[in-house]
């Protein structure tokens, strides 16, 4: 069945792999029964992909509300959208909201249009919170952003209302143990940082470190070890290959256009790593 193209990522994420899907699709197994994707993220292989079963889950509870209010609310967050201006003072008003105690008490439509309209408009479309939580990047100075793609956010809606596609937010472990033969899990976790001044982990709230790291790889041995099949994509640096050794790494090269630090953008090499030929 041929694939809806406008099913897309709604949001820029760091670490994206829109860019990428040749090499990922490239390394896929055939026949995906149920797909499982426990770091979401900005959804690029899911898109891609189309699953008509699968379950996705992240643990930026913030970035999960965008999903199930795309799915749940569309026309009320379209609405919404339509209501943000481009304008400095106002996104740093908007930016400001999680640092209130009022935050709690918005609906879920707004928090996601919230997210959405930073995301559109702030620099270089870098999702970070700081060690408390709340939304640091600094206003974008776009001239035009596209703050209300709708095309885009009608088509995702429909997927994830046409298919078996389940939204979850929780530690991506509680996920893992939803596993069996008939499923493929795909991991996109916080990559390890290439450098010690490279340590850019704002996705969620406390970041991500070797402990962590470690963490998954023996929830992929266990998966392994149920004869799941995995796929991880992670940055190609000594610490993970090493982590990784007894498994298939293929090394890619990725243009990287989103980072903190303009001289980390550009070709950077990154791992694939499977539990199958």
């Not at 996104?91 to 640092?99: H, P, S, T, V």
């Not at 879920?108 to 919170?129: E, Q």
């Not at 929830?219 to 050794?245: E, H, P, T, W």
Request: with cysteine; proline share 4%; aromatic share 10%.
């Amino acid at each position: 069945m041929a694939k809806n193209r406008l099913i897309a990522p709604f949001l820029k994420w760091v670490g994206g792999k829109r860019q990428i899907m040749p090499e990922i699709e490239q390394h896929l197994p055939k026949g995906i029964k149920v797909y499982i994707e426990p770091f979401i993220g900005g959804g690029a292989v899911l898109f891609h992909l189309q699953p008509k079963d699968a379950i996705i889950n992240d643990f930026n509870s913030e970035l999960v509300n965008v999903y199930r209010v795309i799915k749940n609310d569309l026309e009320h967050l379209i609405v919404d959208l339509q209501q943000h201006k481009n304008e400095s003072e106002y996104f740093y008003e908007i930016r400001a909201l999680d640092r209130a105690s009022a935050f709690e008490q918005l609906t879920d439509v707004a928090r996601a249009s919230r997210i959405i309209y930073l995301n559109k408009t702030c620099y270089n479309g870098l999702y970070r919170v700081n060690n408390s939580g709340e939304f640091n990047s600094p206003f974008g100075k776009y001239k035009n952003p596209n703050i209300v793609n709708e095309p885009t956010l009608r088509a995702v809606n429909s997927y994830l209302n046409s298919n078996n596609i389940r939204i979850e937010n929780t530690d991506y472990e509680t996920i893992l143990k939803e596993a069996n033969k008939n499923s493929f899990v795909y991991l996109d976790p916080p990559y390890h940082p290439i450098s010690g001044s490279a340590n850019f982990t704002g996705y969620i709230q406390g970041g991500w470190n070797e402990s962590d790291q470690i963490r998954l790889k023996e929830a992929c041995d266990r998966l392994n070890k149920k004869g799941i099949k995995f796929m991880q994509s992670n940055s190609c640096v000594d610490f993970i290959k090493d982590l990784y050794s007894g498994y298939h790494i293929h090394i890619i090269k990725a243009n990287r256009a989103i980072n903190s630090d303009g001289e980390k953008r550009g070709e950077v090499e990154e791992v694939l790593i499977k539990n199958y030929e």
